[in-house]
């Protein structure tokens, strides 16, 4: 009896400490879209910038399956906490699925901005241009952190590591997916109304 309470509670510091330190690195990560979007705003000033220029129609699409994402995240964690491995398995393979699909969405929209003519550097390019580049790439790179994270994920599920009583894992991948897929929503809904 004691043993196995020395056990829990060890495991729930553990999983207090692996949040907080993922919490930590999320808001660094905001701290520096925050100032991607500040020099984004002081920009807008520029005679240079570009007053007609119109998001690509595959950052449309991009958000609505980044939004998927989450969704089959929630799911995942959800189904492991019932121990149903079987839609555990569904819902964690969906999220991979969308999440590379998002992947694929973004580099359309890179082409889509190409072939109207706006480069990211050289001739060709702007600062709006520019500017948009570097924050979805910014963000493509932390959605390659997610994607890795979540085949790590699928591998351990598939070892059977998650189960009702253990789903630290599940859980810290799917807070990671719902910031990243939050992050995507308000860097569009700000790239929309900001532009």
Not at 14 to 30: E, G, H, R, Y
Not at 64 to 91: L, M, P
Not at 175 to 186: E, G, I, P, T
Request: aromatic letters at 16%; glycine letters at 6%.
């Amino acid at each position: 009896m004691e043993m196995t309470m020395k056990i829990n509670e060890e495991q729930e510091r553990k999983s207090k400490s692996a949040k907080l330190i993922l919490l930590f690195a999320m808001v660094s990560m905001t701290m520096m879209f925050a100032g991607l979007t500040s020099a984004f705003v002081v920009s807008k000033s520029r005679a240079d910038w570009l007053k007609d220029f119109q998001i690509p129609v595959a950052f449309y699409y991009s958000t609505a399956v980044i939004i998927g994402c989450s969704v089959a995240f929630y799911f995942a964690k959800k189904a492991i906490q019932k121990d149903n491995r079987s839609a555990a398995s569904t819902f964690l393979l969906g999220t991979l699925a969308l999440g590379t699909l998002f992947v694929v969405l973004q580099f359309i929209g890179f082409g889509q901005i190409i072939e109207s003519g706006y480069y990211m550097t050289g001739q060709g390019s702007s600062i709006t241009t520019t500017f948009l580049y570097v924050i979805a790439l910014m963000h493509l790179l932390h959605v390659a952190g997610g994607l890795i994270s979540l085949l790590i994920i699928i591998y351990n599920h598939f070892k059977q590591k998650y189960n009702s009583t253990q789903t630290l894992g599940i859980e810290l991948g799917a807070m990671y997916w719902h910031f990243l897929d939050l992050l995507w929503v308000l860097l569009f809904l700000f790239l929309y109304f900001f532009k």
